[in-house]
Nanobody
């Protein structure tokens, strides 16, 4: 299974972007998909994640500004990012993970989001 992320780009502070991630191949119910981000010199951090049943949680830094969603019929996960701040600048990675058999942990290639002040 490969994950293809898209939607990154350059936006001014206060603007919006929508990231998309498509899984080519079969993923199973009961998994968790999410978005992580990383800036040079720092560890990758969780931004938001959502279960196949629709339960989501967010990092405190994005709560109320970002919304994660998924389309189980298309094996896709999305991240709507509003009220973007310069500190949101990072490479964003999508992830599909399943902790019970069949186990998997798939990562996308990353998409760069740059927020200018």
């Amino acid at each position: 299974v490969q994950l293809q992320a898209s939607g990154g780009g350059l936006v001014q502070a206060g603007g919006s972007l929508r990231l998309s991630c498509a899984a080519s191949g079969r993923v199973f119910s009961g998994d968790v998909s999410g978005w992580y981000r990383q800036v040079p010199g720092s560890e990758r951090e969780l931004v938001a994640r959502i279960t196949s049943g629709g339960t989501s949680n967010y990092a405190d830094s994005v709560e109320g500004r970002f919304t994660i969603s998924r389309d189980n019929t298309k094996n896709m996960v999305f991240l709507q990012m509003n009220s973007l701040k310069p500190e949101d600048t990072a490479v964003y990675y999508c992830n599909f993970r399943r902790l019970v058999a069949p186990r998997y942990n798939y990562w996308g290639q990353g998409t760069l989001v740059t927020v200018s002040s």
